[in-house]
T-cell receptor, first 111, second 113 residues
Framework: GEDVEQSLFLSVREGDSSVINCTYT??????LYWYKQEPGAGLQLLTY?????DMKQDQRLTVLLNKKDKHLSLRIADTQTGDSAIYFC???????????FGAGTRLAVHP | KAGVTQTPRYLIKTRGQQVTLSCSPISGHRSVSWYQQTPGQGLQFLFEYFSETQRNKGNFPGRFSGRQFSNSRSEMNVSTLELGDSALYLC????????????FGPGTRLTVL
């Protein structure tokens, strides 16, 4: 079945760039997604990339997709304390609207 | 447009009881999916409904069930609660269009004592 892996923790200084990485096994998902979860909250859809694209930029967010290596990354420019959260990558696998999530990367932003 | 709403937000039950959670999707969305989030297992897909029909189901026991109404609102039910059912239950709605963005509600935090 589908497997999505992420590193569990990332610590960055405020103002630096953050890069969160994800690898996946099932390449059938037409789109790949990044979600953000703040404490006590649901999942917020941040951005997504079409599987035929290599890169997508959306304000401070840049998504890179390496289809050959099945590697997805999310870069957050000028990281702020408000970016502290857990970030999940996800793709569809196994039928209608079934999202498979990574374990999530906890991003800590310090002054 | 209002987002996905879930009620109740918090619930405390005891083992053996049953519980019903509700999800109202974004207006115009006909697909509703449910997920369970726990520290140990992460986010796991429960089931998906579209136009009152279950189209997809995850690997959960039959104690977990759901339904969808004609207005696209959905409920999920867990019978004979176990301690391990304590989790954040999230629902997501989508238009089921080309990029199929899934929008999540705030979740229902269920605690089983």
């Amino acid at each position: 079945g589908e497997d999505v892996e992420q590193s569990l923790f990332l610590s960055v200084r405020e103002g630096d760039s953050s890069v969160i990485n994800c690898t996946y096994t099932d390449s059938s998902s037409t789109y790949l997604y990044w979600y953000k979860q703040e404490p006590g909250a649901g999942l917020q859809l941040l951005t997504y990339i079409f599987s035929n694209m290599d890169m997508k930029q959306d304000q401070r967010l840049t998504v890179l997709l390496n289809k050959k290596d099945k590697h997805l990354s999310l870069r957050i420019a000028d990281t702020q304390t408000g970016d502290s959260a857990i970030y999940f990558c996800a793709g569809f696998s196994g039928g209608y609207n079934k999202l498979i999530f990574g374990a999530g990367t906890r991003l800590a932003v310090h002054p | 447009k209002a987002g996905v709403t879930q009620t109740p937000r918090y619930l405390i039950k005891t083992r053996g009881q049953q519980v019903t959670l509700s999800c109202s999707p974004i207006s115009g969305h006909r697909s509703v999916s449910w997920y369970q989030q726990t520290p140990g297992q992460g986010l796991q897909f429960l089931f998906e409904y579209f136009s009152e029909t279950q189209r997809n189901k995850g690997n959960f026991p039959g104690r977990f069930s759901g339904r969808q109404f004609s207005n696209s609102r959905s409920e999920m039910n867990v019978s004979t609660l176990e301690l391990g059912d304590s989790a954040l239950y999230l629902c997501a709605s989508s238009f089921d269009g080309p990029n199929n963005e899934q929008f999540f509600g705030p979740g229902t935090r269920l605690t089983v004592l």
